[in-house]
C-alpha cells in the first residue's frame, strides 16, 4: 500500500531554511506527481506545490512562491521541499501526498518559524 514518510522539519528563526523530505513506497513513484500541503493550528489544508512525475513540471501557491523549491530524486523514490526565508506564517505541519490533492498522504513533519 501506499507509505509516505515525511522528515525534517524543526523550529527555525524567520528568514531561515529548512528542507523537508518524503520517502514514498507501495507505488510506482516515478511516474506519480507528488505534492506537499501543509495545515497551520487552527486552518484547514492548504496546498505548497506539486511535482510532476514524468516532465518534473512543479507549481507552487503564491504564499511561497520564490521561496520554496520543491524536487524529486527518482532513484530514491523521494521528493524534497527546499523553504527559504521562512516566516512565522509557514508554521504548519506538512505533509506529502500522492497525486495532485491532498491524499493518501502521510503522517507529517512539524515546522515552526519563531524567534
Known amino acids: 500500500q501506499v507509505q509516505l514518510v515525511e522528515s525534517g522539519g524543526g523550529l527555525v528563526q524567520p528568514g531561515g531554511s529548512l528542507r523537508l523530505s518524503c520517502a514514498a513506497s507501495?507505488?510506482?513513484?516515478?511516474?506519480?506527481?507528488m505534492t506537499w500541503v501543509r495545515q497551520s493550528p487552527g486552518k484547514g489544508l492548504e496546498w505548497v506545490a506539486t511535482?510532476?512525475?514524468?516532465?518534473?513540471?512543479?507549481k507552487y501557491a503564491d504564499s511561497v512562491k520564490d521561496r520554496f523549491t520543491i524536487s524529486r530524486d527518482n532513484a530514491k523514490n523521494t521528493v524534497y521541499l527546499q523553504m527559504n526565508s521562512l516566516e512565522p506564517e509557514d508554521t504548519a505541519v506538512y505533509y506529502c501526498?500522492?497525486?495532485?490533492?491532498?491524499?493518501?498522504r502521510g503522517q507529517g513533519t512539524q515546522v515552526t518559524v519563531s524567534s
Open positions: 501526498a500522492k497525486g495532485g490533492g491532498y491524499a493518501p
Open positions: 511535482i510532476h512525475g514524468d516532465t518534473g513540471w512543479t
Open positions: 507501495g507505488f510506482r513513484f516515478r511516474t506519480s506527481s
